[in-house]
């Protein structure tokens, strides 16, 4: 009969999932894919911020400059059109018809120095009305030491207006002071044409910027693929789907797999070597011990009788090394095998409620079909068959076994008896080698504690408390193979 695990061994799988999830979420750094990502994003964002303000800055940088040559062209008209004479400085007819409409945005101005770095205006176009072109505080002593040149500069204009002026010192005919020639541009625009590109070229960056993270998102996924892979594959070998690597890798992965490859084989010819020692070893001392048993055969006497007993005892504890011995080296071979649990308890149950039929003794047991067991069948039957055994043993009539999963990649199952349990005192002594409560009862006293070092072997853990049936209960940790 197969049931769902009941749900104090169901718990722990919902806790070690989130526990896992919640160390994922604490461990963004450790992602080799997350960390090129950010890297090229943040280049490319970089670039891109870059490529931006450069672009927008040589726009309007070209735009003014477009105003500027306008500007020299406005100031050269009204140079020539001016003349020194007697009464001060005449301007001729300028015909632009922009400087002729009041508040265009086109001006001219002509002034001259005055005392404390002021310009005094001595003309002026139309288009300015009653208004003067602004004159920084600073431009008449620039304009000293730039004579000749072109300065220009930001203003606002008389109607509110942005303007760009242009100013420049020059020397005329048949007047002994230089004179300052002022041109005025509204500029909106300008400003209107920069905002406008700045506009497009930020979208089109933005564009551009996303297609490109998504082509690195592309590229990293496609260029880690054969990691994937190869993770992939050591997990399957991990699990004991696999033997070996066999896919080819790109020039710089396959170098790694090789190395896997060999510490596989390495690690198998390890371990096939410690298994042939252990062999050779018990076989070794076998053979002393049954000469020693035959010699003392059925003698009586203080001798004999003491040969028997150590004799016995050394055989129990060859056996139980012999076995502690093989389960570690397969634990530690790490291929591991796959067991079904409900397959295992079932058999158990069958045989050892025939071997107590006289004693009346049921076994109710559950486990789920899809649990396994990641390691050997036999060493799966004599953990769970020495505890079984020994809650038949001590139960009056009642033995419960449960199986269910765990935390992420382990099983928990449950032994239970009906028996008299144990004292809290008693439970670590039983887990020791040879140790017995009741020398009345047969047995070595080694069954406790070969399950507790087979588990121990596969990483797993026993612990024993006292079960709600009123007799002890042996809960098991095991190592759990993917369904």
Known sequence: MTEAPPPDVARPVRLGRLRAW?????RPGRSLTRRLIWLAS???????????????SLFQESALRRLGASLNETIDQVVLATSATAKGVTVGAILDQRTLNIYSGKYWGVAEPAAGDHLRILARSRSLWDAELPVPADLPPRLVDAIGQTITYNAVGPAG???????????LPGRAGPVVFLAGLDRSDVDADTRQFATVTWLA???LGAGLVTAVLLQVQIGLSPLYGLRNEIAAVRKGRKARIERAYPVEIQPLAEQVNRLLDHNQEVVE?????VGNLAHALKTPISVMLAEAGTAEGALPEMVRRQTGVMQAQVDHHLRRARAAARAAHGLGERTPVADVIDELAVMLERVFETKGVEIDWRAPDSLGFLGERQDLQEILGNLIENACKWSRRRVRVSAGPGAPGLLIAVVEDDGPGLPVDQRETVLKRGARLDESAPGSGLGLSIVDELVRAYGGRLTLAESDLGGLKAMLELPAAEA
């Open 205 to 207: 960056l933005l564009l």
């Open 161 to 171: 207006e942005p303007l760009r002026v242009a100013a420049s010192m020059k020397q």
């Open 273 to 277: 070597r410690q298994r042939t020692h």
């Open 22 to 26: 919640g160390g994922w979420f604490r």
């Open 42 to 56: 943040g280049w490319i964002l970089i670039a891109l911020v870059v490529t931006g303000f450069v672009l927008t």
